[in-house]
């Protein structure tokens, strides 16, 4: 019996400890782990010009923001900027899927991994460089950024998922680096403009 309540009181503490809360700070919505006490931007209707804080405060205690969240900016056609601070490690995926009224967007050095169709859709972006922390490329991540020039891939991403770039039509060149191993279906499909790309020797495979 003892034992079996020891349990309960345990499994008590642990559940208190990593409650998450779901709250509004300063106009962004936020998921709050306690037990990490990272904050993670949720999905809302954002709209003009945004900055995203590298920490927040709620009921008297500090989250540092560390990602943001799958679809917190999907849609959100009326963005025309956003501020993104060091100390975000993650993009989900569909973040920022359909923003057509942004043009630029700079990803801080500690972002490692950009989700799948993160950026899909935003026809505003004209130019984009993604940090060298960053190890892949999710799926559709940049598909039909149409008004995409340039773009710069880092050394350290290993893989370029598929359809990553499709329809990316105003991309008239790309250097793939070095790392690079996989190009996955699709990659470069529908991008007109494409007059001259360079492919390393470690690449093994490119999709259809």
């Given at each position: ?10 499994m ?13 700070i ?12 990272e ?66 967007i ?90 001259s ?12």
């Open positions: 019996m003892r034992v079996f309540t020891a349990c309960l009181l345990l008590a503490s642990l559940g208190a400890r990593s409650e998450i809360i779901e709250a509004t300063d106009g962004l919505n936020y998921s709050l782990d306690t037990e990490k006490s904050a993670t931007v949720t999905r809302g209707d954002y709209e003009g010009d945004i900055v995203i804080p590298k920490s927040v405060e709620y009921e008297g205690s500090g989250f540092l923001v560390t990602s943001i969240g799958a679809f917190a900016f999907n849609d959100c056609s009326s963005l025309i900027s956003i501020t993104i601070p060091e100390g975000i490690t993650s993009i989900g995926d569909w973040t920022f899927s359909g923003c057509s009224g942004l043009t630029s700079t990803i801080p050095e500690s972002v490692t991994s950009i989700g799948g169709y993160a950026f899909c859709g935003c026809s505003g972006l004209t130019s984009i460089t993604i940090p060298e922390g960053v190890t892949s490329i999710g799926e559709g991540a940049f598909y039909g950024c149409s008004s995409l020039t340039s773009i710069t891939i880092p050394e350290g991403v290993t893989s370029i998922g598929e359809g990553a770039f499709y329809g990316c039509s105003s991309l008239t060149s790309i250097a793939i680096p070095e790392g690079v191993t996989s190009i996955g279906n699709y990659a470069f499909g529908d991008c007109s403009g494409l007059t790309i360079t492919i390393p020797e470690g690449v093994t495979s490119i999709g259809e």
